[in-house]
């Protein structure tokens, strides 16, 4: 089993920045290189993908995103971020984290979700 631990949300103008954190841990982890990601989604919408990194460091993004999120991962510490720049009011949503062992199915059924953590950008 996986547990994941996001941080770092919360209330940002628009035009400023945050960084997202997600803590991975569990006993199975040290066997697993798993791929991570980050979803968001906001009130009446689906959840969508937001960004994924294979344990290779291989990355995706979402259109709406790109040039302004970036993902990275700490593997030592099981860890990966978001760094979310120039951010819209379009963005607020809640943020969750994901995992699985396939970057594959790490962007479209993720087997591990963290809590969420809410991210409100004002105009």
């Known amino acids: 089993q996986v547990q994941l631990q996001e941080s770092g949300g919360g209330l940002v103008q628009a035009g400023g920045s945050l960084r997202l954190s997600c803590a991975a841990s569990g006993r199975t982890l040290s066997r697993l290189r798993i791929a991570m990601g980050w979803f968001r989604q906001a009130p009446g919408n689906q959840r969508e993908l937001v960004a994924a990194?294979?344990?290779?460091?291989?990355?995706k993004y979402a259109e709406s995103v790109k040039g302004r999120f970036t993902i990275s991962r700490d593997n030592a510490q099981n860890t990966v971020y978001l760094q979310m720049n120039s951010l819209k009011p379009e963005d607020t949503a809640v943020y969750y984290c994901?995992?699985?062992?396939?970057?594959?199915?790490?962007?479209?059924?993720?087997?591990?979700w963290g809590q969420g953590t809410q991210v409100t950008v004002s105009s």
């Open positions: 994901a995992a699985d062992p396939m970057f594959a199915t790490v962007q479209i059924r993720p087997s591990y």
């Open positions: 990194m294979g344990s290779g460091g291989t990355e």
